[in-house]
């Protein structure tokens, strides 16, 4: 039987349950156990795939091709079980989606339908599907304890810990505990009142993460433990760490996973920590240095490509690099130029949606092409490659992607059905011209041409990787490409371009998948590690000014 361990979180948000969560997942997963994850959001979109990375940060997409909360990005960086997708995320739009289709359908049998039952039945039912035949199910809950969005899954977990007792559920609450510099005090009053909230709707927390910028002294964490009727060794102290991948250390060196199996009645080996340790040691000891330019449209929140920057910082695990990322407003190229890119080692162009700063990202496309800095472009990053191509490569003036021009003479980069009316093949109707086609998501199959820098770096010719995107590399212009220099080693199972490289340049490789969304620091991925290898010779200037076709 399956048990769980409910994290919430209380004070302010973005404390870090999602961190938390991954790590004691790790933690566990190192003792044995099979884990799954699951997150519920108090939203009411249906999912995160439509909201602004300004607000919510990037969208993770799992292998059956969910658009997820990024915190499932972080369990699947932490534990070797991949997330179920559809499985692991539920908002209370999609709750309430569900619940408003059974209605529909008469399956309540004319009952009113309410909050308590319908809703909270619905949620637990989601968690006890998405927690599958694990032996241990981590369900975060996001948003803060006393949020009016968050209290119908509050609610539920607290009926989950009647239904299946004390000995299959353990419930873990994440507290700030502020320290005020002009009086020199660590206060605990905000972690007493958030229990304290908690506790007004039935649930009393057996484990508390206190977050704070120093490790929490005794006399604190006593005076916790009396205020919230937790056990003392049970308030454990997440202070600041100058490395996530220490994280897992911290919290077992604080017994924080013998606390949730002594209470499960489990008895279970000892972790073994020794991958999260190797990795630590590796960051803490390079043996060389890189800096990188990551250039996008959504710097001003870092989190809106955290799997990207993890999967950098992975690929500089495996090379023994110390990977330094400068952010780079793509805007800011359009406005100053690319002479900020002159001193990096290595261009990195991730994706994304809409117009601005696109002509930017070209530029610097064309800056690494000509200069032969090694480059890494990610989904939109490759099609911008493409349309540097097309321009001036290929000679095609004003070659466009019909996403930001649909009047371009040149739709290099286009909806499949609009390349598909452009050769004969389909006739477009009026309202396809402007919805197009549908969103690739998820998982597919992509085979590399033999020989190629894609080929040479996986190591095998047939891949996977996950998709998020719906606009196409223009197969009508495929053949002129190709003559111009650019070469397309990896298409899709049903004739997609997946991969292009640059054969006359030292490293130039760009992607229509997200390589990201399947790194993670125990194993690193070969296109990160092959990108960070490349821009270490570049550093070190071993690499070639022209390399071989």
């Keep these: 039987m399956t048990s769980y361990?409910?994290?919430?979180?209380?004070?302010?948000?973005?404390?870090?349950?999602?961190?938390?969560?991954?790590?004691?997942?790790?933690?566990?997963?190192?003792?044995?156990?099979?884990?799954?994850?699951?997150?519920?959001?108090?939203?009411?979109?249906?999912?995160?795939?439509?909201?602004?990375?300004?607000?919510?940060?990037?969208?993770?997409?799992?292998?059956?091709?969910?658009?997820?909360?990024?915190?499932?990005?972080?369990?699947?960086?932490?534990?070797?079980?991949?997330?179920?997708?559809?499985?692991?995320?539920?908002?209370?739009?999609?709750?309430?989606?569900?619940?408003?289709?059974?209605?529909?359908?008469?399956?309540?049998?004319?009952?009113?339908?309410?909050?308590?039952?319908?809703?909270?039945?619905?949620?637990?039912?989601?968690?006890?599907?998405?927690?599958?035949?694990?032996?241990?199910?981590?369900?975060?809950?996001?948003?803060?304890?006393?949020?009016?969005?968050?209290?119908?899954?509050?609610?539920?977990?607290?009926?989950?810990?009647?239904?299946?007792?004390?000995?299959?559920?353990?419930?873990?609450?994440?507290?700030?505990?502020?320290?005020?510099?002009?009086?020199?005090?660590?206060?605990?009053?905000?972690?007493?009142?958030?229990?304290?909230?908690?506790?007004?709707?039935?649930?009393?927390?057996?484990?508390?993460?206190?977050?704070?910028?120093?490790?929490?002294?005794?006399?604190?964490?006593?005076?916790?433990?009396?205020?919230?009727?937790?056990?003392?060794?049970?308030?454990?102290?997440?202070?600041?760490?100058?490395?996530?991948?220490?994280?897992?250390?911290?919290?077992?060196?604080?017994?924080?996973?013998?606390?949730?199996?002594?209470?499960?009645?489990?008895?279970?080996?000892?972790?073994?920590?020794?991958?999260?340790?190797?990795?630590?040691?590796?960051?803490?000891?390079?043996?060389?240095?890189?800096?990188?330019?990551?250039?996008?449209?959504?710097?001003?929140?870092?989190?809106?490509?955290?799997s990207l920057v993890e999967a950098l910082m992975h690929g500089g695990i495996h090379t023994r690099t110390r990977v330094n990322i400068h952010f780079i407003e793509s805007s800011e190229i359009e406005e100053q130029g690319t002479e900020c890119l002159r001193s990096m080692d290595g261009i990195v162009v991730p994706g994304g949606f809409g117009d601005r700063g696109i002509e930017g990202k070209i530029e610097t496309v064309r800056f690494a092409r000509e200069n032969g800095i090694p480059y890494l472009g990610i989904c939109l990053g490759m099609q911008v490659a493409v349309i540097e191509a097309a321009r001036n490569l290929a000679g095609l003036e004003a070659a466009m992607s019909t996403e930001f021009d649909k009047k371009t003479p040149h739709p290099v980069v286009a909806l499949i059905t609009e390349w598909q009316t452009q050769s004969g093949d389909v006739e477009l109707r009026d309202e396809e011209s402007d919805m197009g086609g549908t969103m690739r998501l998820g998982a597919q199959q992509i085979t590399l041409k033999k020989g190629s820098l894609a080929a040479i770096t996986y190591g095998k010719k047939i891949i996977e990787e996950r998709h998020r995107h719906r606009y196409e590399v223009n197969n009508n212009y495929r053949d002129r490409l190709e003559k111009a220099g650019l070469r397309f080693s990896g298409l899709s199972v049903d004739d997609l371009v997946e991969v292009v490289e640059i054969p006359n340049h030292p490293w130039f490789l760009a992607s229509q998948f997200h390589p990201e969304f399947t790194s993670n620091p125990r194993d690193g991925h070969p296109l990160f590690s092959g990108f960070i290898s490349a821009t270490r010779k570049h550093h070190e200037g071993e690499l070639p000014e022209v390399a071989e076709a």
């Excluded at 059956?64 to 209370?92: I, K, P, Q």
């Excluded at 319908?118 to 039912?125: G, L, S």
């Excluded at 043996?287 to 870092?302: I, N, P, Q, R």
């Design 5 to 306: 361990v409910f994290i919430t979180g209380g004070v302010v948000s973005s404390l870090g349950k999602g961190i938390t969560s991954a790590c004691l997942g790790a933690i566990l997963e190192a003792r044995g156990l099979t884990i799954s994850m699951i997150k519920l959001d108090p939203y009411i979109n249906v999912d995160p795939g439509t909201m602004s990375p300004f607000q919510h940060g990037e969208v993770f997409v799992t292998h059956d091709g969910t658009e997820t909360d990024l915190d499932l990005g972080h369990y699947e960086r932490f534990v070797r079980t991949a997330t179920g997708g559809r499985n692991s995320n539920f908002t209370t739009g999609r709750i309430y989606e569900s619940v408003i289709g059974k209605e529909r359908r008469g399956d309540y049998l004319g009952a009113t339908v309410q909050v308590i039952p319908h809703i909270t039945d619905e949620i637990k039912q989601s968690v006890a599907k998405g927690a599958g035949d694990a032996d241990i199910c981590l369900v975060e809950i996001g948003g803060t304890v006393g949020d009016i969005e968050s209290l119908p899954f509050l609610e539920a977990i607290r009926q989950m810990g009647v239904e299946l007792g004390h000995d299959r559920v353990v419930y873990v609450h994440l507290t700030l505990v502020p320290f005020i510099s002009t009086s020199s005090e660590i206060k605990t009053k905000p972690t007493q009142h958030s229990v304290k909230e908690l506790r007004s709707i039935g649930i009393q927390p057996d484990i508390l993460v206190c977050r704070s910028e120093q490790p929490l002294p005794d006399e604190q964490r006593k005076k916790i433990a009396l205020f919230t009727n937790v056990q003392e060794k049970a308030v454990v102290s997440a202070y600041d760490a100058d490395d996530l991948y220490k994280i897992p250390m911290m919290m077992h060196e604080q017994g924080l996973d013998d606390i949730v199996v002594r209470q499960l009645g489990m008895d279970l080996p000892k972790a073994d920590l020794s991958e999260w340790e190797a990795i630590v040691e590796a960051k803490e000891n390079p043996t060389s240095e890189v800096d990188v330019a990551m250039v996008g449209k959504y710097m001003d929140l870092k989190d809106s490509y955290i």
